[in-house]
Structures are given as structure tokens and as C-alpha cells.
């Protein structure tokens, strides 16, 4: 995609030619962080903080002889630690390795193979990673195989402050449990932010013709949709593929679109419509359930007549033509595509955010969208260093350095951070208006599966609901095939461990409404 491609390539407006005076020293009791630039100064960190804290502690491993930790990478997000940004800094990689002496060497692994080349390192003892970065929700699975290591005694040592009330994760304590742990543990170290955030063209949507058409119609003023029957509305009433123009393209292919079916389902509760409850038994084939699942295949008829087929390469182009009146997305579909440098966008100006559509129960709006690839980084049970790699994933995912890894357009890892959101360069690189809707989308996010059997319960579930969408099983059927799929599953996983894992995933789910 020509559009997208030319528009990673692209910094921010605000970098400037000059440096500010002292640019290239650290300030007043700092002890480390990038210099170079204008404002380098916020991702400094003195002593006493998450990153000094690393640092100081990896130079002490780098005294007993450490020289090099071994990060597995997708291809995609390596240039956020590669290549310097802005103008004048040093790279993530060069910073890390002047101030610990320690080697980074990051080996790159195909987009869509993290978990199988993971695997692969586990299963035949290869020891090629100190650090694995893979899909978030298969930390279940990795724990359970004994490949990668518990990180609590680390957390405790050398407190990273994930929780940290205006620089941490959002929703604190319940964010960590949702991106970083595993049946109450924690395993992994957030690198990635990929929340499903929901893009409106903003030129349809204020257009005056096209709102007195849409009001004359409904009796309601044509706005981003608050529930899913608005959104149905709204699709149907903005469809007019005779004119290159799709109503919603959320996605409805296999690995991708059931985490639009996870919106529908998981609003249809307050304040949250559960997968299991707490005795391990699944909720699926419910009135929720098949709820969900017809509004999920009814809304077929505002999609492209190739909807089961699309992935986001397909999405990002369509949007970027021009071809959609709503999308749900990754958060960085407005970096890449309201961008005046990407002259094969024609929606750049055009794009706005908003909350996910929802369902009112017992007279609340409940509003949940979900978290899906978002890559976690995890340390290696074979690693000879284990400690020194967790230290150096809590420096990549602290406050200061992640924020300004993140606003680097070089890769794929997003904003999830409440210091993120408030932040200049991740604000200039994913703007405004769109940073703020993120941190309340995220504040509404729930978990897909991630407890052992993941893999397995997904793509039972996966393939059910494409069954229902080419009609080849009713949304109950659907659903009634995927129960039991799911209980063959938790047998074979193992139900004790099952529900303990369930459990403990609770602490995941938001508690807000609307």
C-alpha cells in the first residue's frame, strides 16, 4: 500500500532545524536519558526513577560480565529502536547501550511468526532470545509451557511504577493485570498498544446536506454513533457502493474479526458481558451470544461484498481512498493517513475518533472495545541473564523512554501510557484529537483470552463466527458448536487450572459506563 508505506517515513511537523542552548547535555540532577534535541530534557530520568533505576542496576550486571541481551523483534518495530528520532537524538538501541555498556542485538522475526518462532525456541531448546516479544494474549500459553520466566520478584526489586497515577497504564492496577500478567503474575512487559479504535469521516459527518437527510430519516441528528443500533443506522444510510462508498469496515476475516464480534458481546452486559463465569462454564451460547453474533453478521450488508477476505492492508487502503464512512482500526490509522506527507491519502483532514458504540443495560451505556495483536515482551527461561533482560524491558517500557520510542514513526509499537497521551512528540505524531479518545478507549477495554487454551479457544470461536457469516450456521448453532468446542478445550487444558486462570483475569475487566 504506496499510501501507507510513504507515510512511516515521515516526521512530525514540529521538528525544527535549531536546538534549543544545552540541547545536547542533561539537565540538573539527571543521570541519563537522550540529548540532541529540543525538549530532550522530559525523557531524562534521575536516579530514583523506573529507567535510572534499570540502568544503574544493568551497569552492575554489566560488571559481572553481562555483554549482550538477545531481543526477538518484529520486523516492523525495529526501527523505533534503530533509528534516532528526532533530528539530532541518539536511537533507543545507542542510548541503551552507552549508558549500560551492554550489546542490544536485536534479531528480526516476520510480522505473524513471533508466536511460532517463539515456540520453535522453546520446544527445541535453541536458547537463541533472551527476550521474546509476541502477541499479548499468548502469555497464558508461554507461562504454561515453562518457557518464559515469572517477573514478580524482578517487579518488586526494581519497581518499574506501571501504576504510577499520571504516568502509568490507564485504569493503574487493573491496566497491569490487563497488559502485563497471567493468573495474577506478572509475565510480560507491554511494548505495543493495539486498543480497536473506531475513525469517522468528519467530512460526511458535518456535512449539512447529509445531515438533514440523515435526521429527515431517523429523527435524530446524525452524529458518531453511541450504540451499535446507531451504528446499523449509520452504516446502512452512508452505504452507496455504486459510489465507492462503504458504510463500516470493520474487519470480518479470520485472526481479525472477531475482536469486532468481542465489542458486540462484551457491551451486552454491566458492566461486562463475561466469556465464562467463575466456575469455568462458558456464556457464549446465550441470548448474549446469539445477540451478538446476528448483529455481527447482519452488519455484512454495509461492508464490501469481500469483507471475509479483507485484513487491515485492505482496510487502511479503502479508508485511505476515501472508500468508508467508519472503520475500527489500530490507534495509528490517523498517524498514517491524516498525514499531509502521505499524498496517496485522500482523507487526510478527515478523519475523527470516537468511543465504541455500545448497549444500554440496566439504563447504563456500556461501552467496550478490545485489545488485539499488541506485542508483549517476555524473558526467556533459557536465558543465562534473566534479570539483566527484564531490566532492560523495564527501561524500554518506562514512562519517559517509551513515550519517546513511541512517538518515533519508524514502527509499529503504539501509545498506551497516561505519559504518552499527554506527551508533545506522540501527541504531534497521532494528534490531538485523536491521543485523547484513545486514553477513554483504553479506559473501556476488555481482554480477549488469555489464559492457557487461547490459541485453541479463538480459533474455535473464529471459526464458528465465519460459519455464521457465510451462512453456513445460524448465529445459535454458532454459538451452541463453540460451547462445546470450549469444554473439549478447558478438559483438555485442564479445568481446575482453568478457572483459576479466569479468575484471576477478572482484574483485567473495566468498571466504567457511560
Known amino acids: 500500500m504506496a499510501g501507507l508505506t510513504a507515510a512511516v517515513g515521515i516526521a512530525p511537523q514540529f521538528i525544527r532545524p535549531s536546538r534549543a542552548f544545552a540541547a545536547d547535555a542533561l539537565a540538573s540532577g539527571m543521570i541519563g536519558g537522550p540529548t540532541g534535541f529540543d525538549g530532550a530534557e522530559r525523557y531524562q530520568y534521575g536516579a530514583d526513577t523506573p529507567e535510572g533505576r534499570a540502568v544503574e542496576a544493568a551497569k552492575s550486571f554489566k560488571a559481572k560480565g553481562v555483554t549482550k541481551i538477545v531481543l526477538g523483534l518484529s520486523d516492523g518495530s525495529i526501527g523505533q529502536l534503530t533509528q534516532p528520532f528526532p533530528k539530532g537524538a541518539p536511537s533507543i538501541k545507542e542510548l541503551w547501550e552507552k549508558e549500560t555498556g551492554i550489546t542490544l542485538e536485536i534479531v528480526g522475526v516476520p510480522n505473524g511468526q513471533e508466536f511460532t518462532k517463539t515456540m520453535q525456541d522453546i520446544s527445541t531448546k535453541a536458547g537463541a532470545f533472551d527476550i521474546y516479544a509476541v502477541e499479548w494474549n499468548r502469555l497464558g500459553d508461554l507461562a504454561e509451557t515453562g518457557g518464559i520466566v515469572n517477573l514478580d520478584e524482578f517487579v518488586v526489586t526494581h519497581k518499574p511504577e506501571w501504576d504510577a497515577p499520571e504516568t502509568g497504564y490507564v485504569n493503574g492496577a487493573q491496566g497491569v493485570s490487563l497488559l502485563n500478567q497471567y493468573n495474577g503474575s506478572t509475565y510480560g512487559v507491554s511494548l505495543d498498544g493495539d486498543f480497536q479504535i473506531w475513525n469517522y469521516r468528519t467530512d460526511l459527518f458535518n456535512d449539512e446536506a ?67 463465569d467463575d466456575n469455568g462454564k462458558a456464556l457464549i451460547n446465550s441470548e448474549a451470544g446469539w445477540s451478538a453474533t446476528k448483529d455481527y453478521v447482519d452488519s455484512l450488508s454495509h461492508h464490501s461484498p469481500d469483507a471475509i477476505s479483507w485484513g487491515w492492508p485492505e482496510q487502511y487502503g479503502n479508508f485511505a481512498g476515501a472508500g468508508a464512512a467508519m472503520t475500527c482500526a489500530f490507534s495509528n490509522l490517523p498517524k498514517f493517513l491524516d498525514n499531509a506527507g502521505n499524498t496517496g491519502s485522500k482523507v487526510t483532514g478527515k478523519i475523527g475518533s470516537m468511543l465504541p458504540p455500545g448497549n444500554e443495560v440496566d439504563g447504563k451505556l456500556i461501552r467496550r472495545t478490545v485489545l488485539w495483536l499488541n506485542l508483549s515482551a517476555s524473558v526467556s527461561s533459557q536465558s543465562k541473564n534473566p534479570e539483566a533482560a527484564y531490566l532492560l524491558l523495564q527501561w524500554l517500557g518506562s514512562a519517559r523512554i517509551y513515550a519517546w520510542m513511541t512517538a518515533n514513526p519508524g514502527g509499529y509499537f503504539d501509545p498506551f501510557r497516561l505519559s504518552d497521551f499527554s506527551d508533545v512528540l506522540v501527541r504531534e505524531t497521532y494528534h490531538a484529537y485523536h491521543m485523547d479518545v484513545v486514553r477513554e478507549n483504553v479506559a473501556r477495554t476488555v481482554p480477549t483470552i488469555n489464559y492457557p487454551g487461547a490459541t485453541a479457544f479463538h480459533n474455535a470461536l473464529d471459526e464458528n463466527l465465519m460459519a455464521a457469516l457465510t451462512k453456513s450456521k445460524t448465529p445459535e448453532q454458532a454459538m451452541a458448536d463453540t460451547e462445546k468446542q470450549w469444554q473439549r478445550i478447558a478438559r483438555r487444558t485442564g479445568e481446575e487450572k482453568l478457572v483459576a486462570a479466569i479468575k484471576a483475569n477478572k482484574a483485567a475487566w473495566p468498571t466504567i459506563t457511560d
Do not use: C, M, V
Not at 216 to 244: C, N, Q, S, V
Not at 246 to 265: A, M, P, V
Open 210 to 276: 447529509e445531515k438533514k437527510a440523515f435526521s429527515d430519516k431517523h429523527g435524530y441528528e446524525l452524529a458518531p454513533p453511541k450504540t451499535w443500533k446507531e451504528h446499523g443506522e449509520i452504516a446502512a444510510f452512508f452505504h452507496r457502493p455504486d459510489k465507492g462508498l462503504f458504510g463500516s469496515t470493520d474487519l470480518r476475516n479470520q485472526g481479525w474479526g472477531y475482536t469486532n464480534w468481542y465489542q458486540r458481546y462484551a457491551s451486552l452486559g454491566n458492566p461486562n458481558q463475561f466469556l465464562f
